[in-house]
């Protein structure tokens, strides 16, 4: 994928940038008239002011979190990681939880997260009587051990 095609759903949005060059993700902008605080559980649905358009149905956006937003503040994204579908044209917003006991103050225009584009492959689905057998079988979470 070469272009990503990017529309300003709110007049003060700020494009996605590179940070370096040779980083990965984008950086999206909290796109917010004023500051919001967040105090250790909360949540808050963050606009970025932008859509996006990915032409290629192989290619999906990932929204992840700031790598220091998360150790230095505890600002995590509430589903991990964020997929945006390659037919969506909806706002992107990000979703992020307070984890730890200090509260974070996101100030408007403010980097609060990052978006990789990446290919996705979707199999075709097959509906089987019986699947493999494998060492590890239907064993749950902690099945395999620590070491």
Do not use: W
């Amino acid at each position: 994928m070469e272009v990503l095609k990017v529309k300003k759903v709110r007049e003060n949005a700020k494009l996605p940038t590179r940070a370096t060059e040779g980083s990965a993700g984008l950086d999206l902008y909290a796109c917010i008239d004023e500051p919001i605080t967040l105090n250790k559980g909360d949540k808050a649905l963050i606009p970025t002011g932008i859509a996006i358009g990915l032409d290629d149905p192989h290619y999906a956006a990932f929204i992840h979190s700031r790598s220091g937003l998360a150790i230095k503040h505890g600002l995590a994204l509430l589903n991990s990681v964020g997929v945006v579908d390659s037919d969506y044209r909806g706002e992107v917003c990000v979703g992020i939880v307070k984890l730890t006991e200090e509260p974070y103050t996101i100030q408007p225009f403010e980097r609060i997260a990052q978006m990789v584009i990446k290919p996705v492959e979707l199999p075709e689905i097959v509906e089987v009587e019986e699947l493999d057998e494998t060492d590890r079988g239907a064993g749950g979470f902690g099945s395999t051990g620590k070491k």
